[in-house]
């Protein structure tokens, strides 16, 4: 396969690669932020079989792209913000990388003028900790914050196409130079913030900030983001959406005239439905009233609105893609960077049926949506049952695009999956890794989750709590993780803790795993299992 570049367009290269592979899309790639996979009512309909007029959420949009879609119902995010975006610009595991949590603004070597001690990264954080009143048995390994510039990114693959970058970026170190959207290879950032989250009202003013954060960051300016140029719609995600909306006719119009023939890619990342829980009224209004409150433990009207905005983006982009004409010639793209948030109070929203949510790695917080659409090419409303990752995005999007998937990426183009979403592939292996005690609640004990990683191998995952415990569930036969065979299957757990172990040990550096705690007492912890050092293999 030739690799497209600007030069091959313009040598007219990019027509016998099209009339190998089809015209070469446009993308337009939607990440929300913190969607949980039963958020959008179509999702929440086919896993639990309620009518979708009965459910509280209204995704009417959303709804209509599962329905002309492709949508996959096993598509893995990691558990947090950072590492999936990591993952899905790179197209490798995010704790390769050293993004094995995602971080408010915090002291990094770099942003202190401190040098990195030998072997570590300028932008690993000096120390992130939640605030936990309890007995750890495990302290908490590092994680870098801003992504190696000279990786190849999903922009630089797809370096045919002209390219924008919209929204939530958060993988720049809270504004370091020469880590933003335009250093990464999008070729115009219309307004993007990097952080994890923003207010919804009113965020202008501290997206534009140029004073730094910290006067020894080595740096004259702080490059946390911009909001683009004024007038500014009064809420963020309606905001983003017009700019979006812009870019789009803007791109079809260049091309129209000869401008700029080039396919555009449009990395539409939504703050929203992150927290602050923040929404206009009117639709706040709405929601309080409407008499599915409830359903499926969904009942946080502001939440529902805010998914109500995310929904009307949607179909806003849709509407801008069929006016322009160019519906047939695009990719369309949904995902989300983790599961649903049920840790606030009152909870945000409720991955049920899945168990947990955001920051944990059981099902509901990394198992999300993804949908892909392009009308006459992949669609007709089918769900693909077989799992897939964000990992796989980058070399997905760079096979339909006719360019050299790069040889490191640990994932694969999923393209046969969508020309045929009953395809047989052979089974996959999938890590995560998270070496954080956190202050959400684990699922099944109720306390602070400890250090966690976890393999997927095939139908089986297992989860290592690294205080001593590991569970094994069948996620095929049991997708809400009900039955634990780690005892009854002894085998099958010790093989993927074996696999589990190794990959970590090849492809995670010592200082992103987590550190026996010396001063562990045993007498003052709630945990009801033992401290056991499960760390055989990695020692
Ligand atoms: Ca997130
Ligand atoms: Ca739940």
């Known amino acids: 396969m030739r690799m497209i570049t600007k030069h091959s367009i313009l040598l007219g290269l990019w027509v016998s690669i099209a009339a190998v592979q089809g015209k070469t899309p446009n993308v337009v790639f939607i990440l929300a932020d913190d969607l949980g996979i039963t958020d959008i009512a179509a999702y929440a309909s086919h896993f639990t079989g309620k009518p979708i007029d009965e459910l509280y959420y209204e995704t009417p949009h959303m709804d209509r792209l599962v329905g002309k879609g492709v949508a996959f119902s096993q598509f893995y995010a990691n558990q947090l913000c950072a590492p999936t975006r990591a993952a899905l610009m790179t197209g490798q595991y995010a704790a390769r990388h050293g993004f094995t949590t995602a971080t408010p603004l915090l002291p990094t070597y770099y942003n202190q003028g401190m040098p990195a001690p030998e072997g570590f990264n300028p932008h690993d954080v000096l120390g992130h900790k939640d605030n936990i009143n309890k007995q750890q048995a495990w302290t908490n390994g590092r994680t870098n914050t801003a992504l190696d510039p000279s990786l190849q990114t999903l922009p630089k693959v797809l370096g045919g196409h002209r390219s924008a970058f919209i929204g939530k970026w958060h993988l720049g170190g809270h504004g370091a130079k020469g880590f933003q959207p335009l250093d990464q290879g999008f070729d115009e950032a219309p307004a993007w913030f990097d952080a994890g989250g923003s207010a919804y ?170 949908v892909c659409w392009q009308p006459g090419r992949f669609g007709g409303g089918a769900w693909c049952d077989t799992p897939a990752n964000c990992i796989d995005m980058l070399p997905t999007l760079a096979a339909l695009t006719g360019n050299n998937i790069p040889g490191n990426v640990d994932g694969i183009s999923i393209v046969p999956l969508l020309e045929n979403p009953a395809a047989k592939m052979s089974p996959r292996t999938f890590y995560w890794h998270y070496p954080f005690n956190v202050i959400v609640n684990h699922p099944d004990n109720g306390l602070p989750l400890t250090p966690h990683s976890a393999i997927r191998v095939g139908d089986h995952k297992l989860l290592w709590d690294w205080h001593g415990k590991m569970v094994l569930y069948d996620i095929r036969n049991d997708p809400y993780e009900e039955t634990d065979l780690a005892e009854g299957m002894p085998e099958k757990r010790d093989q993927l803790m074996k696999q589990l172990q190794a990959w970590l040990k090849d492809h995670v550096a010592p200082r992103y795993l987590p550190v026996r705690n010396p001063n562990y007492d045993a007498e003052k912890d709630d945990r009801k299992y033992p401290l056991v050092d499960l760390t055989g293999a990695l020692k």
């Not at 992150?274 to 939440?303: D, R, S």
């Open 201 to 370: 009202f009113k965020w202008a003013k501290h997206w534009d900030k140029k004073r730094l954060p910290y006067p020894e960051m080595p740096q004259k300016e702080s490059h946390m983001g911009s909001a683009g140029s004024a007038p500014h719609a009064a809420y963020l995600t309606d905001d983003l959406t017009d700019r979006a909306v812009r870019y789009i006719e803007s791109a079809v119009a260049d091309r129209k005239a000869g401008k700029d023939k080039r396919p555009f890619f449009l990395y539409f990342n939504h703050f929203a439905v992150h927290t602050p829980l923040q929404a206009p009224a009117e639709t706040v209004a709405y929601f309080k009233n409407k008499p599915q409150k409830g359903t499926l433990g969904h009942n946080n009207a502001t939440y529902a609105a805010m998914v109500k905005h995310l929904d009307d983006s949607v179909g806003r982009l849709i509407q801008a893609l069929e006016a322009g004409g160019v519906m047939e010639d695009t990719l369309l793209v949904l995902t989300s960077d983790n599961g649903g948030v049920e840790y606030t109070n009152p909870a945000a929203t409720d991955n049920f049926p899945f168990k947990g949510g955001k920051a944990c790695l059981h099902e509901g917080g990394v198992r999300v949506p993804l």
